[in-house]
């Protein structure tokens, strides 16, 4: 049946956004390394206009420890600094007249064990919005068989969507251990 079809390939897309959507939440937690995409939402103001600092800046890293925002207009040095210090990167920029350097601290033991949680946390909103697409999949399906369809195509269906949440569930648990390990190692 087209309609079960349908149902089935939207709970996949949703599922695919779900996990995509945990990567991007799971990048803007640093482990301790310096890499461009940590300063994703900053926001600089751009003759009044809040606007991403990838959109007025090159960002570049040096070195392991090091970020190096060089703006395409010098003005704006003061602009990215604020933005930096009003985030909450926890993050001091100093700037050398031509670029903002930021210095990333080893972190501490103690950080490293409360970005885990950070990271377990975004890990579980992930599983918990693949879940309630299930639900809303399988109330779908139900709906569909009140409706006439056959007993065993639904049925059929609510494995797969099964299927498909067991596997993205396993996806996610392999970015949580995946993500553990790049924050644990010292």
């Known amino acids: 049946m087209e309609e079960i079809q349908l149902y089935l390939d939207e709970a996949k897309s949703l599922m695919d956004k779900s996990i995509q959507h945990t990567v991007a939440e799971l990048v803007k937690i640093r482990a301790g390394k310096a890499m461009p995409n940590f300063l994703d939402g900053i926001m600089v103001s751009y003759y009044g206009n809040p606007t991403p600092l990838q959109q007025v800046a090159s960002v570049t890293t040096p070195d392991a420890r090091t970020l190096a925002i060089k703006p395409w207009e010098p003005k704006l040095i003061p602009e990215i600094e604020k933005a930096i210090i009003n985030s909450d990167l926890g993050l001091n920029p100093q700037n050398n007249g031509e670029m903002v350097l930021l210095t990333i601290p080893p972190l501490t033991e103690e950080r ?13 909103n992930g599983k918990i919005s693949i879940r309630t697409i299930r639900k809303d999949t399988n109330d779908a399906l139900k709906k569909l068989l009140k ?11 609510e494995d797969i969507v099964q299927k498909m949440t067991d596997n993205h569930s396993i996806k996610i648990d392999e970015l949580f251990t995946k993500k553990e390990v790049e924050i644990m190692k010292v």
């Open 112 to 124: 490293r064990k409360g970005l885990v949680k950070q990271v377990k946390n975004e890990c579980e």
């Open 147 to 157: 409706d006439g369809a056959a007993e065993d195509e639904v049925k059929r269906a």
